[in-house]
């Protein structure tokens, strides 16, 4: 029998942000992230690597951050650090671990925000939706600061409409066998995979006006990303984007630790899904997902289901909202997405009927109940009933009353752009939480759930023990963070120091059950360090302001 493992799960995804108000030869995306993550409180800080610093850059944001970014000066002068700081990675820039267990920092001028590693789809959903708050909360911070007239912007979408594309990655948890047959050995395990994520576009899509990236032109199509998709395969993210990607980060240990963790485990991390902010959609986005990873782990792929060209359908099926394109599998045989779906879940109620997702997939007869119903309303076409759980058909309704209300607004108006960005906007009067206030999307998750996702880490990975010790440390021995290993300066004599490093390799361990002892009794972050067995360099020398380290991993 094959090895299987809990689908744990986790995301990363970037944000549209901008400052109107504000002009900038460059645009103001740089400022805008830059002054939204200034408001999130984590570890390492920003500012440590500034205390050291003379370099201009340094010396200007140490200006800017004294007299609160009141002026247009101030504000400029904070982009010097982008451009000119010792410590600046475009896709990775002043990372910050938060108490909750996640993470923030800035990819390209966008504020990224990753969750912390989760077992279930209901927490993922939760989760997530506690990072937006989290982001909504900086933006207003952020907004009190600027001068009057200037107001930051916050989208939770996937596209700009000018052919720019942004990310919401999700990041499964697999064994190292599956993950070989994917990318190395078994060509179908690839294409069945592809095949299930080009066909789900129909209830993960968040909807956009338009085309990009040299598409056929299009009124309205499924898929913010579907556009971006140019191949089948590789491990690029950000140019000529594969559909199934192929980055192997496993985040559990070093492959040169050749440790269990290390070589059993491996990450699979998915580029290709849209922002969903409706409950259901965004559940069934991981949820059924999990079920199709667990079944080709299990080895249960079905040929029958292959499209012969995935790329081709994606486009195909996310430009034709009536549901009703039909694009070719490998057998010769031509299927509507809805039609691959439907077989797709009578392969996995058999999978889960017989136990195959027993102990690795939380909920999973929730999962294919919520799926099977919402795949028979995508038959019927009961676009009333869906725009209650699914994004881009709530996004279609939205547009086409403001189409029948207005006289002369057509697909190509300016003010419906313009109404398909409000749609993801996080201000409170955006368009999806409006929507939702009033009663016309339905919930999966408490507010309760929510808000402890704001500040809580979860009880059942190992994200609870690194929200923990970020609690318990002193801003000034946090030496480096990462999703699977954590290193403190620890006092000695109140003089040396001497570093600890916890590796974190098991995404599975280090939960509330597991480490809740050693943090008890009021212990110290050196006590603590040793309960959970950290490894301790030799005696440093004495004690100094830290640089900030620089993270360069996403999440699992």
Known sequence: MKTRLPKLCGGDFELANFILGLEMPSGTAALASHLLLREFDGLPLARKSLSLCYCRACVARRQALENGYTTTEALSEECLLSKSGSTYNAQDWARKFLWNGGC??????????????????????????AMLLLARAAMKMANARLPEGKRIV????????????????????????AWTDLFERRLHHLLFLAAYQASSIIFTGQGKVGSENNRPSVDYQISQRADFMDMLMGSQTTFTRPLVNSRDEALCGSWYDRSADSTSKARLHVI????????????????????????????????????????????????????????????????????????????AHRFVAAGGCDGVVPEAPLILELWSDTLHKLRQRDFAMLARRLDWVLKLQLLERAREHRAGLDWS???????????????????????????????????????????????????????????????????????????????????????????LTDPLGFTKTACESA????????????????????VQSPIAVKAEPSTTHRQV
């Not at 390209?108 to 789809?121: F, G, N, P, R």
């Not at 499209?307 to 490998?330: F, I, K, M, Q």
């Open 104 to 129: 923030a920092y800035i990819d390209l001028s966008h504020l990224e925000l990753c969750i912390a590693e989760v077992l279930s789809a209901k927490d993922h959903v939760a989760a997530s939706r």
């Open 154 to 177: 916050v989208l939770a979408n996937n596209s700009d409409g000018q052919g720019h594309s942004y990310g919401s990655h999700i990041n499964f948890l697999v064994t190292r066998s």
């Open 272 to 347: 290709f899904y849209d922002h969903t902010l409706c409950d259901t959609a965004s559940f069934l986005k991981i949820g059924v997902m999990q079920i199709i990873l667990a079944m080709i782990e299990a080895g249960r792929v079905r040929t029958h289901l292959l499209l012969d060209d995935p790329v081709e359908a994606l486009c195909l099926w996310s430009h034709d909202p009536t549901l009703r394109s039909r694009a070719r599998l490998t057998s010769g045989r031509s299927l509507t997405a809805v039609e691959l779906q439907l077989l797709l879940y009578e392969e």
């Open 413 to 503: 108006s300016p003010e419906l752009k313009h109404l398909d960005f409000l749609y993801a906007s996080l201000d409170e009067n955006g368009l999806f939480w409006a929507l939702e206030k009033n009663g016309q999307v339905d919930k999966l998750v408490t507010d309760e759930q929510v808000e402890r996702f704001c500040t809580e880490p979860p009880e059942n990975t190992r994200a609870w023990t690194r929200g923990m010790l970020l609690r318990l440390a002193e801003p000034r021995q946090v030496e480096r963070v990462d999703w699977d290993s954590m290193t403190f300066s620890v006092e000695r004599d109140g003089y040396w120091t001497r570093d600890k490093t916890i590796k």
């Open 519 to 538: 943090f008890q009794g009021g212990a110290t972050l050196e006590e603590v360090l040793v309960n959970l067995g950290a490894d301790a360099s030799p």
